[in-house]
């Protein structure tokens, strides 16, 4: 009976290993000095070969666009809109019905930040993001992170 039992662990224990879903993107974060005293935060997205991560500005009733947010900082206000930097494609998508905007293989969110003078401080902030490949999505995910100024 142990045998049986301690089989029958093993196995579910295999399948719920297994089973995980794999992460098909990786996040790389940076802070950038500019010339003008101010900062570009970059959060640079790597994405695996086949599969796409969305663009913040895709269609409404379609997946989940990528989102960076920002948490409030007194010693470094953001300047701008959240900028996209990589090869943007535009199609149709049957599965959800409206034009989609997706990235493959990288893309980099920047949003520029006006520091105070002389001080050094943590940006801190969450992306929000989906990917998906030509059969199948996975689940939004949020992800936080911090750069150092």
């Not at 989940?64 to 920002?70: A, G, L, N, Y």
């Not at 470094?76 to 409206?98: I, R, T």
Request: a positive charge; aromatic letters at 12%; glycine letters at 6%.
């Amino acid at each position: 009976m142990k045998k049986i039992v301690l089989t029958l662990a093993s196995f579910f224990i295999a399948v719920l290993v297994f089973a995980q879903p794999k992460n098909p993107v990786s996040f790389t974060y940076e802070a950038v000095k500019n010339t003008n005293g101010t900062y570009d935060v970059i959060v640079k997205a790597t994405v695996d070969k086949g599969w796409h991560i969305y663009s913040q500005n895709t269609d409404k009733g379609g997946p989940i666009p990528t989102s960076v947010t920002f948490k409030a900082n007194p010693l470094a206000k953001a300047s701008g809109k959240v900028l996209e930097k990589g090869k943007l494609e535009k199609v149709f998508d049957k599965a959800f019905g409206v034009n989609v905007l997706y990235f493959s293989n990288s893309v980099q969110f920047i949003q520029n930040f006006k520091v105070k003078a002389g001080v050094k401080t943590t940006i801190k902030g969450t992306i929000e993001y989906m990917v998906c490949d030509d059969e199948m999505c996975l689940p939004a995910k949020k992800q936080n992170f911090e750069v150092k100024i």
